[in-house]
């Protein structure tokens, strides 16, 4: 049986092969299939957009808007990477500005927030650590966008 990352990308690769297909039968041919490939999923064009924030939570009103803020990042497609940062991947620089203009327009009263815009290159470039242990970087599952 598979699990996480195993299952990950045994799925992704189905998911690719189905693709493949699915471009073949539109007589794309292995040149512009690999050239869609390197255009549309290249990890300098992937994007990850995370957000990061220090909000008030001392009265009701600020605790409320915290809680807002949190459902509404959740109800982007946003992930809790740590518990003031919360990240998003995103397949194109195109479609992360989109998220980055959607954040902003419920951004709370007070506080902190900042916005920050990475490649998935530079993603998976990161070192964590739990303790003096290194752990390993798990990122979400991905949406695979046909078009």
Request: glycine share 8%; charged share 25%.
């Given at each position: 049986?598979?699990?996480?990352?195993?299952?990950?990308?045994?799925?992704?690769?189905?998911?690719?092969?189905?693709?493949?297909?699915?471009?073949?039968?539109?007589?794309?041919?292995k040149a512009d299939v690999r050239l869609f490939f390197m255009e549309r999923f290249s990890e300098y064009r992937i994007m990850w957009v995370l957000v990061l924030f220090d909000l008030p939570t001392e009265t009701k009103k600020e605790k409320k808007a915290y809680t807002d803020f949190r459902k509404k990042l959740v109800t982007d497609g946003f992930t809790m990477f740590q518990f003031s940062i919360y990240l998003r991947h995103c397949p194109?620089?195109?479609?992360?500005?989109?998220?980055?203009?959607?954040?902003?327009?419920?951004?709370?009263?007070?506080?902190?927030?900042?916005?920050?815009?990475?490649?998935?290159?530079?993603?998976?470039?990161?070192?964590?650590?739990?303790?003096?242990?290194?752990?390993?970087?798990?990122?979400?599952?991905q949406q695979l966008e046909l078009f």
């Open positions: 049986m598979l699990y996480g990352r195993d299952t990950q990308n045994c799925l992704s690769r189905i998911h690719l092969n189905i693709l493949f297909n699915f471009l073949k039968v539109l007589n794309f041919g194109s620089k195109e479609n992360a500005e989109v998220h980055v203009k959607r954040v902003k327009s419920f951004l709370p009263e007070a506080g902190q927030v900042g916005v920050l815009c990475i490649t998935d290159k530079q993603f998976g470039q990161m070192e964590l650590f739990q303790g003096k242990k290194e752990k390993e970087v798990s990122t979400p599952y």
